[in-house]
């Protein structure tokens, strides 16, 4: 959790920069079950996680969605928002009571064309989060559903 992939806001931006996008947060609240988002859905927002889990899954045709990663405190949920077309990757649901801050992409993106060295900040953190998703993904994907799993071939 302490690597730099994955630090929380608080440690991957600036002061300035945190500060000029806690400007737009929004404090919301999900019960446990919430589906936040579906893959394809329309990414128009994100949310830093306080308290609480959040299941990142992904479908899977013939079987159950498998759940990629679970967040929690103070981890970005949801990086669609940031690259076009603006459509989620995957899907997400609050595994117990959640709040969070949550941004509005659209305002986030303007602000981050209009402020070069924001945009360039929030770029690294979203990718730096994009990367460790992905890498996570492979991993458990090839646990569930290749012969060996994800260990070595040899």
């Known amino acids: 959790m302490n690597a ?3 630090a929380g806001m608080l440690r991957a ?4 920069h945190r500060n000029r996008l806690m400007c737009f947060a929004r404090e919301v609240s999900f019960p446990q079950g919430t589906r936040l988002f579906e893959e394809g859905g329309k990414a128009d927002r994100f949310w830093i996680i306080r308290t609480g889990t959040v299941a ?14 679970t ?15 603006h459509s989620w990757h ?7 009571p959640v709040r969070a801050y949550e941004f509005d992409a659209t305002a986030i993106r303007s602000m981050c ?3 070069p060295a924001l945009g360039a900040s929030v770029a690294l953190w ?4 994009l990367a460790h998703r992905l890498r996570s993904s ?4 090839l646990d569930l559903y290749a012969p060996y799993g994800s260990g070595s071939l040899l």
């Open 71 to 85: 967040l929690d405190h103070n981890q970005l949920l949801g990086w669609s928002w940031l690259f076009a077309p």
């Open 13 to 16: 931006l600036p002061a300035e």
């Open 4 to 6: 730099p992939a994955t």
């Open 138 to 141: 492979r991993t458990r994907l």
């Open 113 to 115: 064309r209009d402020d």
């Open 126 to 129: 979203v990718g730096n989060v």
């Open 56 to 69: 990142l899954d992904m479908r899977v045709p013939g079987r159950s969605a498998a759940v990629i990663e």
């Open 90 to 96: 995957l899907g997400a649901e609050a595994t117990s």
